[in-house]
């Protein structure tokens, strides 16, 4: 549990700083496009101060990414023994392209005013491109670990590694997207707050609504997309990891006319201050009341996920939160249609600065339901949590990333609000 606590909790941090490095270059490019395209100044200085923050992040983003690297061989040797031949290849695609976002990350920020219009635009589509394939990259292991496939085993070894069915797993096909299109409304919802919030200051120049309506109009467009695409997942769960789909959706036993619990607690087989809606479950999965949903009576109790109620809520949050992230753009279109201008009530700014948070607690709780729903299993149906992590006691490692990533998220803060003063 320490060594799972300790992953989940560097992992929690890096994946924040993970989804602005993969979804601020395209909000960069899109400013200064907008500035080069229509001669508009204010969008070439969002787009330039834009890049100087996604420098501080990038680099950031290195050092936890490292501290990742090595818990994955330091927490987890029984993982990397038997299975680093697998996921070598994902791992190494995901060092060249964050090589390639560092290096033409610095390269972009040193170019201004010193590279013609376009021409310092492209060299930010490498930044762009290579973190949304570096992100696939980590993406497309963690999907190997819930859909694992592509190698044979021959009296317990590996002997043959077809990596590209590693790479390009079942699960890649809905957990690559699900992710990138987080990172993008997380991006997207977290930048316009900022703008938000300054509009709440009585700064209501045109920087700040060029700011705020840039992120909030791709993540609004966006939104709604990320809502089917997680119905696809959670249906694809439902097939591929039926057991995980029953601990998120308290499904006891296995049968049709399955219920949809809206929020309650799961104690000794029976939910407790949930409202359920009858039907609704088996309607999600197969679009008919009479689908069958596998339930968690199909597996021993040593196989089941640890905890069905911190899975449902979770799941629960994320849905909600995403619910309200499509009604939050949709407020802001209707009276666009109606008066040309923004909202302009209170409600609707706080409602804005909110989104960003919230967009990271859903983005969390996503994959809180995809890690501790795989468990008791690390690679789903091969190898259990238990058998990959270290006999080292890692309560000290805890203790010093703990102190150590409060310190560099304190300090990226300053420095990003320093910056922002200056």
């Known amino acids: 549990m320490t060594a799972r606590v300790l992953m989940g909790g560097t992992l929690g941090f890096h994946i924040i700083l993970a989804c602005l490095g993969i979804a601020l270059p395209t909000l960069v490019l899109i400013a200064e496009g907008i500035g080069l395209r229509r001669g508009n100044d204010t969008a070439m200085l969002l787009a330039r101060r834009w890049s100087q923050a996604l420098a501080v992040l990038v680099a950031v983003g290195a050092v936890t990414g490292t501290v990742l690297s090595f818990e994955m061989s330091l927490l987890w040797p029984g993982l990397m023994a038997k299975y680093g031949a697998v996921l070598g290849l994902p791992f190494g695609f995901e060092g060249i392209f964050f090589l390639l976002e560092a290096v033409f990350t610095a390269i972009y920020v040193y170019g201004w005013r010193r590279l013609r219009g376009w021409t310092h635009w492209w060299t930010g589509v490498p930044v762009a491109v290579s973190g949304i394939a570096g992100a696939a990259s980590v993406v497309a292991v963690n ?4 859909q694992p496939g592509g190698f044979t085993v021959v009296d317990g070894r590996i002997t043959q590694v077809r990596p590209l069915e590693v790479f390009f797993n079942h699960a890649f096909f809905y957990e690559v997207p699900h ?12 930048t316009a707050g900022v703008y938000a919030y300054g509009w709440l200051k009585g700064r209501r120049d045109r920087y700040h609504r060029l700011g705020f309506l840039i992120p909030f109009v791709l ?18 769960v439902a097939h591929d990891q039926p057991v995980k789909f ?14 949809e619990y809206l929020g309650g607690i799961y104690l000794d087989g029976t939910v407790y201050g949930g409202i359920p ?3 609704m479950d088996s309607v999600l999965v197969g679009f008919s009341p ?8 199909s597996v021993p109790t040593d196989l089941r996920p640890p905890s069905p109620t911190l899975l449902h809520l979770s799941f629960d949050t994320m849905v909600g939160i995403g619910t309200l992230l499509i009604l939050l753009p ?18 609707f700014w706080w409602a804005a600065v909110v989104a960003g948070p919230a967009a990271v607690v859903a983005m969390e709780c996503g994959w809180i339901v995809t890690e501790v729903g795989r468990q008791p299993w ?14 080292e006691n890692v309560v000290p490692a805890l203790v010093v990333v703990v102190l150590v990533y409060t310190v560099l998220g304190a300090a990226t803060l300053a420095l990003l609000r320093r910056m922002a003063a200056r």
Request: net charge positive; aromatic share 10%; hydrophobic share 50%.
């Open 219 to 236: 993540a609004g467009v966006l939104a709604p997309v990320e809502f089917l695409l997680g119905d696809v997942a959670a249906r694809a």
């Open 143 to 146: 999907a190997w670990m819930n």
């Open 378 to 391: 690390v690679v789903y149906g091969y190898l259990t949590t238990a058998d990959a992590m270290t006999s």
């Open 290 to 297: 009479r689908t069958v949903v596998t339930g968690l009576d």
């Open 330 to 347: 949709l407020w802001a279109l209707v009276v666009w249609r109606r008066r040309r201008s923004l909202p302009g009530g209170r409600l």
């Open 277 to 279: 809606i009858p039907d």
């Open 246 to 259: 029953a601990a998120m959706e308290y499904v006891t036993t296995t049968g049709a006319q399955q219920p």
């Open 179 to 190: 992710m990138t299109v987080a990172a993008y409304l997380v991006t997207g919802f977290l």
